[in-house]
Nanobody, 124 residues
Framework: QVQLVESGGGLVQAGGSLRLSCAHSARTFTTYSMGWFRQAPGREREFVAAISRSGYKIYYADSVKGRFTISRDNAKNTVYLQMNSLKPEDTAVYYC?????????????????WGQGTQVTVSS
């Protein structure tokens, strides 16, 4: 059973930065593509970013492109989301997810394992 543990959320002013981390429990971390999603109150969970097994393929939602950066350290079994120029509309619970089949997808249904989420709140 894979466990994903997010950290790094918090309260930040608009224009500020946060770095989220997601630790993956399996030794086979490199067989998973990884994604970040977020869910604001009253809204559906939405795609933020995804990274392939090797890290060479990366995709972003249009709403975060140019501000957020996803990366992974396969030696540390960890995926990161660097968030810069944060806006109040970025406020949400952020989840990392792991896809055993390596599809590097934007679809929630493609992911097999999910973390518990970490709250990000951006004040105006």
């Amino acid at each position: 059973q894979v466990q994903l543990v997010e950290s790094g959320g918090g309260l930040v002013q608009a224009g500020g930065s946060l770095r989220l981390s997601c630790a993956h429990s399996a030794r086979t971390f490199t067989t998973y593509s990884m994604g970040w999603f977020r869910q604001a109150p009253g809204r559906e969970r939405e795609f933020v970013a995804a990274i392939s097994r090797s890290g060479y393929k990366i995709y972003y939602a249009d709403s975060v492109k140019g501000r957020f950066t996803i990366s992974r350290d396969n030696a540390k079994n960890t995926v990161y989301l660097q968030m810069n120029s944060l806006k109040p509309e970025d406020t949400a619970v952020y989840y990392c997810a792991a896809d055993l089949y390596g599809s590097t997808s934007y679809a929630t249904t493609a992911y097999d394992y999910w973390g518990q989420g970490t709250q990000v709140t951006v004040s105006s």
